[in-house]
């Protein structure tokens, strides 16, 4: 059997690394073609050599002698800048791992689609912003996109996808992150050491912080629109403290199904690697007798207002999603900075919406001056906030 080939952008984040994880547990299954990272020099060359990688990419030009320096000898291409990682996105590979995170995953994850790869999309940003125009190229190009966060993972398993028209709920599971039960007052003192701690995950620091605020599972909201086709009222959100129930659909005759596991983030990228096969994981096995319980509860959209500012951009649709989440992506680098406060996070996206209603986008650079424009008024806000 030919190897598959794949190219992972974001290499040495969190789904990057458990990505490569997986991908040195099968090396007769799968080949790697290139990796990128945007800083971590290191971290790429390690990966680049232990994948015997064709290319490594870094996306900080400054970073481009270390990289060169880390990769000499070795064989392996070594090139750097934002557009070096938007051709290695092009390369080619039957399947692109799309594990960068925010805007910046944009371009590439394009790239990707329009080079004819099957994309594992981890990277929620792109699809929010410019969800409508990815799946037009997707469908344009015959290429699938298969979703790598857990929930919609979920979903895309137990989804009748020829056959939508008998679905009619898509209900997706929240953990309610680390301040499920807090009230408004003990939010506001949170720091962002705290906020980076999630109950059942190990992530990245800013789907952490999308995580703590439930903006995560607003943003996850649009990015189901976008991926199954349903009107905005057929997407409901259920907390459900141990994430061990994935996400649900349910069916018209009142069949609902869903996908179970333990939270690791390897069973649903190792879906998207050996699809439409499945490969073998060391994740740990669900044992529901030994956990006796699951538990569910509605969200909480008062003490979680990023629920509510989140689903009224997904029911507008046009430009609201980018503003969204272009605004937050900023808000959310100010609290780990340090420059405000948790609760400062959801009101300043909630402002820069208010204020900023340009025409949808029709094509990626309206989006990207959408995103540039929203980010521009967000750090305003927040300047004007601090003086
Ligand atoms: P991370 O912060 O751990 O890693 C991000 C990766 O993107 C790194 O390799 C980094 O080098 C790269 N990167 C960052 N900025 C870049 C830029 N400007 N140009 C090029 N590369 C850049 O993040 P993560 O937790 O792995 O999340 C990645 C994506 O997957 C996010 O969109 C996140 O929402 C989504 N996701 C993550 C998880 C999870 O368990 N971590 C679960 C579901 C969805
Ligand atoms: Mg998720």
Redesign the pocket.
């Known amino acids: 059997m030919a190897r598959k080939t794949i190219t992972v952008?974001?290499?040495?984040?969190?789904?990057?690394c458990s990505t490569l994880d997986l991908i040195g547990r099968n090396p007769d299954r799968f080949e790697v073609v290139a990796l990128?990272?945007?800083?971590?020099v290191k971290g790429l060359a390690a990966a680049a050599i232990a994948t015997g990688a064709r290319r490594a990419v870094i996306?900080d030009e400054a970073m481009r002698p270390a990289l060169s320096e880390a990769l000499a000898g070795t064989g392996i291409e070594a090139a750097a800048g934002?557009a070096a990682?938007i051709e290695a996105a092009a390369m080619g590979a039957d399947l692109v791992m799309a594990?960068?995170?925010?805007t910046?995953?944009l371009r590439p994850a394009m790239a990707a689609i329009e080079a004819g790869s099957a994309l594992a999309l981890?990277?929620?940003?792109s699809l929010v912003s410019a969800g409508a125009l990815m799946i037009r190229a997707a469908v344009a190009r015959g290429v699938i996109i298969l979703p790598?966060?857990?929930e919609h993972n979920a979903v895309f398993q137990c989804f009748d996808r020829e056959r939508p028209e008998n679905v009619s709920r898509v209900i997706l599971t929240a953990s309610g992150g680390p301040f499920r039960d807090w009230d408004h007052d003990a939010m506001r003192a949170v720091t962002p050491e705290r906020a980076v701690q999630h109950p059942n995950?190990?992530?990245?620091?800013?789907?952490s912080v999308?995580s703590a605020t439930m903006m995560?599972k607003g943003l996850e909201l649009i990015e189901a629109r976008h991926l199954f086709g349903l009107p905005p009222d057929r997407y409901d959100i259920l907390v459900h403290p141990q994430s061990v129930v994935h996400s649900l659909v349910e069916y018209r005759d009142g069949s609902v199904l869903a996908q179970l596991g333990a939270p690791d983030?390897r069973t649903p990228i190792a879906y998207a690697l050996a699809w439409p096969d499945r490969i073998d994981t060391p994740c740990a096995r669900l044992d529901l007798a030994a956990l006796g319980r699951l538990d569910f509860e509605p969200p909480d959209a008062e003490r979680f207002p990023a629920l509510r500012v989140a689903r009224a951009a997904m029911e507008e649709g046009g430009a609201r999603p980018a503003i969204l989440n272009a605004a937050n992506e900023e808000a959310v680098a100010a609290f780990l900075a340090g420059r405000i406060c948790f609760l400062d996070i959801v009101a300043i996206v909630e402002r820069v919406l208010e204020r900023y209603d340009p025409p949808a986008p029709s094509a990626l650079d309206d989006v990207l001056a959408i995103d540039g424009e929203a980010r521009l008024r967000a750090r305003e806000l927040m300047e004007r906030q601090a003086a």
């Open positions: 952008l974001g290499a040495t984040g969190s789904v990057g990128t990272a945007n800083s971590d996306g934002c990682v594990a960068i995170v925010g910046a995953g981890a990277n929620k940003e790598v966060d857990s995950w190990s992530m990245g620091a800013k789907i999308d995560n983030m």
